[in-house]
């Protein structure tokens, strides 16, 4: 059943579904990304064709632990490039889909998992609060109880992407007898779910970002991924983290054509900024070397492998937010008009380093591994 899902699109490889992102990005996105910055627009026609193009199936598990992230995280660097919010609503749809074919439940993988794959159903992942639970920092917010066929759920989550009415998220709530975590697919659709749209953030508004109330909702066992999840989880976390290196890479590069584009007419002052173009692409290329590595074998179980997935999304989150320091300094007056390109990519830059694993998350988990 996995190896259905990850041949969606048989005859394409990686850089073909590379090149058809970048090229649809560049016809479909870049006129809009005014209107996704400032109005808060939701690019839902990108994102499906985008889905048509094969990014969201390239990464998904090929039997057994063979899966590789790499043409995934291209593809969402090809749009992050532009748009830091599409390149997000990406990484929320390539997530679901991974945890779909991740789980060992046949019927999801045959059924929704082929939507989210190809596109056609969309969604995201509720999944900051309990990463933040496993890792000691906050309380569990959602609780089933037991009933026949499945769980009540119940609670609140503040923030999650790519949503909306006939979308789905995957979630973790807690159990009781044994006390557990089990994770699920929720659909917005379902009775007693309200989403809640009454957040205006500083950047990465398009991307239908709501608090989300679950009242007694009913996930059927048919929805359930894993239950008890502990084990799966373990098995999801690097790719969850992982892709969103993605996101980084497209935006640093998105920085670097900034700084260049500044060097005709204020090279002759900009070669005095302590950062350049030149430096930051050789170090963009060390890192993108490094996940590639990584991606190619996300199943890995070596504590090592957990620790150089971590070390990778730090460095990624910490050189966005130089690297769209540097741009403003480059593009100085013309990127600090609200129109310019820089101060946008400024504010989009902190969502690298704040999203969950944010930088506070992963320099904990470093210091409690210890050495
Ligand atoms: C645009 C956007 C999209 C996001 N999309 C998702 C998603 O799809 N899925 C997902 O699981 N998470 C999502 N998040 C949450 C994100 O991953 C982080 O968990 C979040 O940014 C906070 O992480 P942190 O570790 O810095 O926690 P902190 O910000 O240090 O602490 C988080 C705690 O602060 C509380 N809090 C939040 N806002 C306020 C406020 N205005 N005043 C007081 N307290 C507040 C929260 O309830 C939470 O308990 C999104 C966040 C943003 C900003």
Same mark, same amino acid.
């Given at each position: 059943m996995l190896d259905n899902l990850a041949r969606a699109r048989p005859t394409e490889s990686g850089a073909e579904v590379v090149g058809a992102v970048r090229d649809i990005a560049a016809r479909e996105l870049v006129p809009l990304i005014q209107q996704i910055d400032v109005e808060g627009h939701y690019p839902e026609s990108v994102m499906r064709a985008f889905g048509r193009a094969g990014a969201f199936a390239t990464h998904l598990p090929q039997g057994g632990d063979r899966a590789d992230l790499g043409t995934a995280i291209r593809a969402m660097a090809a749009a992050g490039e532009h748009c830091l919010s599409t390149s997000f609503c990406m990484w929320c749809q390539d997530a679901l889909a991974w945890y779909i074919a991740a789980s060992t439940n046949d019927g999801l993988q045959g059924s929704l998992g082929r939507r989210v794959a190809s596109g056609e159903a969309l969604g995201g992942t509720a999944l900051s609060n309990p990463m933040k639970t496993f890792f000691g920092i906050e309380q569990i917010r959602l609780r089933g109880k037991r009933v026949a066929g499945g769980y009540l759920v119940r609670g609140l989550l503040p923030f999650v992407s790519n949503l909306g009415r006939d979308h789905y998220f995957g979630a973790v709530f807690e159990a009781e007898e044994p006390r557990r975590y089990v994770m699920a697919i929720v659909p917005c659709a379902a009775p007693g779910v309200t989403l809640a749209d009454n957040t205006k953030f500083v950047a990465l508004d398009g991307t239908r970002t709501f608090s989300v109330q679950l009242r007694d909702v009913m996930i059927a066992d048919d929805l359930v991924l894993a239950d008890p999840s502990d084990g799966y989880i373990k098995r999801i976390r690097a790719g969850f983290v992982l892709l969103q290196a993605g996101m980084a890479f497209g935006l640093i590069r998105g920085c670097i054509a900034l700084m260049q584009q500044a060097k005709a007419p204020l090279g002759h002052v900009n070669r005095y900024l302590d950062a350049q173009p030149e430096t930051i692409e050789q170090e963009l290329v060390a890192m993108e070397t490094a996940v590639a590595q990584l991606a190619a $074998?996300?199943?890995? $179980?070596d504590p090592s492998y957990w620790r150089a997935v971590i070390e990778a999304r730090l460095a990624a989150g910490e050189a966005s937010v130089a690297a769209a320091h540097a741009a403003m300094l480059h593009c100085g007056a013309r990127g600090y008009v609200t129109t310019g390109a820089a101060q946008r990519r400024l504010r989009e830059a902190y969502f690298v380093a704040i999203v969950t694993p944010a930088t506070k998350q992963l320099k904990k988990m470093l210091a409690e591994m210890g050495h």
């Open positions: $074998t996300p199943f890995e $179980t």
